[in-house]
């Protein structure tokens, strides 16, 4: 019998075909079709240059390196995420900071940034918890007081908007990075991309991605080149570009569904659930809810044929970061959601007629 996972890659037939058309070309990597997948997604965005890379978490790695982070930093980010947005600093030297989360959005919480700012913070790394925008013009003018980079993580939320623009115009931000993976908005298998507005920023995250190499002038048309920086292999494949290309075409069907399936849960369901803010319109990766004895709930879901998912164990409870001071506590609402969040069911493939499904097997749970 079906079951349903909390999220799941929707493919279709132009799909195959994109993907298929490379495999028959001559370029299955290094070709026409990274650049034209970057083009497309500066379209989409607004932002100016978009660097496609192999997953968000090396967008984030090279965003540090981009922006010259290292030893004696400090980074300052959520610890309701994926590790990669604490890592990512952790790869380049720095120290991670976490500030904690409004507990309606599960966002990072703007008061909490400006309490941890010192001398030595460099980076804000907002994460778009579960597809909604952080309230980026608060952060923007918090760090534009202090000098600090803000990189925005939105791993979440391809084809979210903030405040009427798209999430990766990059208008309160130097950077965001976005992910592909198969559970999110869209996707290229694996991949993500990185977009600014800062075309010296740009040049270096094309380098840091590509082993620190460079041809120019002459170089072009030559063998030769120069590695001018220690730089990695974070190349996204001409395979998975012409999937993102195709992918991208469907995204706001994408987010409509989303969206649709959110208020459907919203109506129907009468579960405490997050809320979305006045400016914010949500392409919403996540739906979490809040339920008591979760492990129960999760276990008699899973009966059910729901394969629910816990997003996330905060960041500072894992033992790396325990090891480098941090303990249980430090954080109360980022604890109190993780004690009670599990994600449902959120893809744009699921019908109508699932989702009642979905309903009633929940209710039957918390009655």
Known sequence: MKSYNYGKQCLDEEDYQAVLEVLK???????????????????????KYCVAVSSATAGLHLAMLALGIGTGDEVITSPVTFLSSA???????????FADIESD????????????????????????????SCDMEKIYALAQKHNIFIVEDAAHAMGSEYKGAKVGSCRFSDMAVFSFHPVKNMTTAEGGAVTTNNEELYKKLLAF?????????????????????????????DIQAALGISQLKKLEQFKERRREIVDFYNKNLGLPHLTEKEYSAACFHLYPVLVENRKEFYFKAKEKRLNLQVHYIPVHLQPYYQRLGYKKGDYPKAEAYYDKCISLPLYPSLTDSELTFIVKALKEIVQ
């Open 25 to 47: 070309s001559d370029f299955l990597t290094c070709g026409p079709k990274v650049k034209a997948f970057e083009r497309a997604l500066c379209e989409y965005t607004g932002a």
């Open 105 to 132: 959005t599960a966002n990072i919480d703007v008061l909490e940034i400006e309490k941890l700012i010192t001398d030595k913070t460099k980076v804000v790394i907002p994460v778009h918890f579960a597809g909604q």
């Open 209 to 237: 991605r590509s082993h620190g190499m460079h041809k120019t002038g002459e170089m072009q048309n030559t063998w030769e080149y120069e590695m001018r920086e220690l730089g990695y292999n974070y190349r996204m494949t």
């Open 87 to 97: 890592n990512c600093a952790r790869f380049a030297g720095a120290d991670v900071v």
